[in-house]
């Protein structure tokens, strides 16, 4: 709900649709000043009908946005994401789970998140690379809402830990010679740097392939720094270590405090392997506790009873009879926004060759390769039969990234 939507948001509503959001980003979110000057902006959230938030925290935090339009509905419904972290939908990973552990064996799961670090491109860090040595370093596109001293400490702290996971990989390689290691970067991280260590190395493997949740599933443990990965592992019994071998409390539990929370902790290598080494013998299973369960009620609703997406669909039901009765457009109603629909498009491309552009057709490939229609309806049948769903479904692609499915 930025300032880069406000055009969309303005030719959206213009042309009758009701805009209902989520952020992605309000699990694990910065502390309240700088999220709302990264993720909110007073004009866009105007056009915003309702909001969808992940738990009572998460409508918290959008209450205490100064500019909150006061009429807006807040529903704390969950998010889909949580739904497939239940026990009953978690099958629909099995075969990706199967094979998984016939390619990888016994293997310890290290999700990276260092992007603001290790950008995919060097000008989507928090600060681009300087040309002269002494020179200030302009703001990255990850700085954007940040304040300089902000993002220098943000920088210093991921820098140092990253640093720290580039020395864990080998040797957590060396400590546990009867498992693989499989790192699994960030979806905008660059993943040069880990495969070179991998090539230097007899079992280490990098690779972001598929969702998070069948890696989970599969592996024996799981290391993270402040990973949203951390909460995930968490809600399904996997044990999770958050390994903080640099701490700096402003950012670990100003920015980063559920994931970390919601997990063990340990503060150099040594307690590192000691703890993994009780995990691998079954010893110690996943972080528990009332502290941490009650944690996660605040931050994570929709955990039992109807799924987060159910929840969302009701209130989607019930705006659509809403538009529907309220607006029908003209025949000029629908010739202009044919027009400005093109406008659109002629502008995503000429955004998409600008330098830096999160637009730029590699990167988006680089985080999403994209599914054929064939794969995707293989998912649909799965999630049909897990719910026991007996429609028959039919997929429209509407373009390389979207499709629509309808009765």
Not at 51 to 78: E, K, M, S, V
Not at 217 to 226: C, E, M, R, Y
Not at 311 to 335: C, F, G, Q, W
Request: glycine share 6%.
């Amino acid at each position: 709900m930025t300032i880069r939507s406000l055009l969309f948001f303005r030719v959206a509503k213009k042309f009758g649709h009701q805009i209902v959001t989520w952020d992605e980003e309000a699990l694990v979110h910065l502390p309240a000043e700088t999220y709302f000057s990264r993720r909110l902006d007073p004009a866009a959230i105007k056009f915003v009908s309702h909001l969808f938030a992940w738990g009572q925290d998460n409508a918290d935090l959008w209450h205490r946005y100064p500019q909150l339009p006061d009429n807006i509905p807040i529903h704390i419904t969950g998010n889909p994401r949580s739904d497939m972290l239940r026990s009953h939908l978690r099958s629909f990973y099995e075969q990706d789970v199967q094979q998984f552990k016939k390619k990888y064996g016994d293997f310890i799961l290290i999700n990276t998140n260092f992007n603001h670090v290790n950008s995919y491109g060097p000008d989507m860090n928090l600060f681009k690379p300087v040309k002269n040595h002494g020179e200030l370093p302009k703001f990255g596109r990850a700085a954007r809402g940040m304040s300089r001293d902000y993002a220098e400490g943000l920088r210093d702290h991921k820098q140092a830990i990253f640093d720290h996971f580039k020395l864990l990989i080998p040797d957590l390689e060396k400590a546990f010679p009867g498992y693989n290691i499989v790192v699994r970067p960030h979806p905008t991280e660059n993943h040069a740097v880990y495969q070179q260590i991998a090539d230097r190395c007899e079992r280490v493997y990098v690779t972001n392939e598929g969702n998070v949740v069948p890696w989970l599933i599969a592996t024996k443990a799981v290391i993270h720094n402040g990973c949203t990965t951390g909460v995930e592992a968490y809600m399904m019994g996997v044990p999770a270590v958050s390994y903080r071998a640099t701490v700096n409390n402003d950012y670990d539990y100003g920015f980063y405090i559920l994931p970390n929370k919601m997990s063990h902790q340990c503060f150099d290598f040594e307690q590192l392997k000691d703890l993994l080494q009780q995990i691998l013998k079954g010893e110690i299973g996943s972080a528990d506790g009332d502290e941490r369960q009650a944690l996660i009620q605040h931050y994570l609703a929709s955990q039992e009873g109807p799924l987060a997406c159910e929840r969302m669909v009701d209130v989607l039901e019930t705006i659509a009879e809403d538009v529907a009765s309220s607006h029908k457009p003209s025949m000029k109603n629908r010739l202009e926004r044919w027009a400005v629909t093109q406008g659109l498009h002629v502008a995503k491309r000429i955004k998409s060759s600008l330098p830096g552009s999160h637009n730029r057709p590699e990167f988006q490939r680089h985080r999403y390769p994209g599914i054929s229609r064939q794969a995707l309806q293989a998912k649909l049948q799965r999630f049909q039969q897990l719910l026991g769903d007996k429609r028959e479904l039919k997929i429209e692609q509407v373009s390389n990234v979207i499709f629509q499915i309808s009765p």
